[in-house]
């Protein structure tokens, strides 16, 4: 893998070099893994003139939630309290000879970035502008290997909820218990807060679970995601408890159903984000569900569970193969309930089969 991680971080230079910095310093923590291969606590990286180096505030555990350090990074482990690994990577840029520098100034807070330009006076200060985010948009092979497997072990730990007994259990004591079944087939560990909402409460996005206990004739809606060696995925789904879908849920289901699918359809190499959005949005608004929908249909999906792209009516650009992504649409009527149902999937061209669907459990509206 250390030709893989090399050869990021030489994507990137010669970004910055165009943009005129000798030097670059990363700070976002998916961003550091991405390049370096791991995150370590107070993780940073220097891309500097002559050589690469990794500073952090603790040792490297090279344990599967961190990731492993590329060998063939310099490795700076600093000691004392209070030391900040961006301000000692600015000074070790111009200890090299750097006269510039690109940092991540989204992710800098201001009293961090004046101290940057404390000390290293000497250094002009720039900005790397999205470039790491822009780089890690299309995933290689061993990227979405880990996607993947991310995306097996949801639906193993989904599955086999859906095989026990579900009334009179509360919406937190299930989402902790979907959160242990990731880890013991194999994740990180939740890539998100597990949601699940019951009766009223479904088909809110993001609902935190609580007390609320699971009665027979309810929505149940559940979304959940692992994390694969820092990859994540994302799952949502809808179901009955208990006994026959009443027409209601039956009309509501098939509608987002049928919205999620206008949605998928569109995910094609050369598609505008706003496009997918605008498919699975067409659908509800016809229906007359046009009030109240999240802003967004769909997100990309990587080392975060919320990364660009972003699919709304007013996001600009154009998907590329092989970029993970959600499908997530979905209708909440208040004090009755919901339905979200929402799948990882991966870009692919019609010539190779279409959109690769990694998260496989059922949409169909069962009754549990």
Partial sequence: MSEVY????????????????????????????????ACPHG?????????????????????????HVDDSLRLRVLTGAGVDAAVAAAGLAAEQG??????????????????????????????????????????????LSCLRIAAEITDQALGELLESILVGRTERHLALELERRLVDHGADGA???????????????????????VEEGDFLSVGLGATYRGYCCEIGRT????????????????LVFAAQRAGRETLAPGAEYREVDRAARHVLNSAGYGEGLPETTGHGVGLEIDEDPQFAATAMGKLDARVPVTVEPGV????????????????RPEADGGPELLTITTKELLAL
Avoid: M
């Fill in 239 to 254: 179901f009955v408890i208990g006994t026959t879908p009443a027409d209601w849920q039956i009309e509501l289901y098939d």
């Fill in 332 to 347: 909440h009527l208040p004090g009755r309930g919901g339905v979200r149902i929402d799948d990882t999937l991966v870009v």
């Fill in 191 to 213: 890539a998100f807060p597990t949601s699940v909402g019951t009766g009223p409460n479904s088909g809110r996005g993001g609902h935190r679970p609580g007390d609320r206990r």
């Fill in 43 to 67: 993780g940073v990286l220097l891309l500097g003139p002559r050589e690469d180096t990794l500073l952090c505030a603790t040792a490297p555990t090279g344990q599967p939630p961190e990731g």
């Fill in 6 to 37: 090399l050869a990021r971080r030489e994507r990137l230079r010669d970004r910055c070099t165009a943009a005129g910095n000798a030097a670059a310093v990363v700070s976002h923590p998916a961003n550091v893994r991405y390049l370096a291969g």
């Fill in 98 to 143: 750097a006269d510039s520098l690109a940092v991540e100034e989204n992710h800098l807070t201001v009293a961090r970035h004046r101290a940057l330009g404390s000390v290293a006076p000497r250094l002009h200060l720039g900005d790397v502008d999205g470039a790491v985010e822009q780089l890690r948009l299309v995933k290689d092979d061993e990227e």
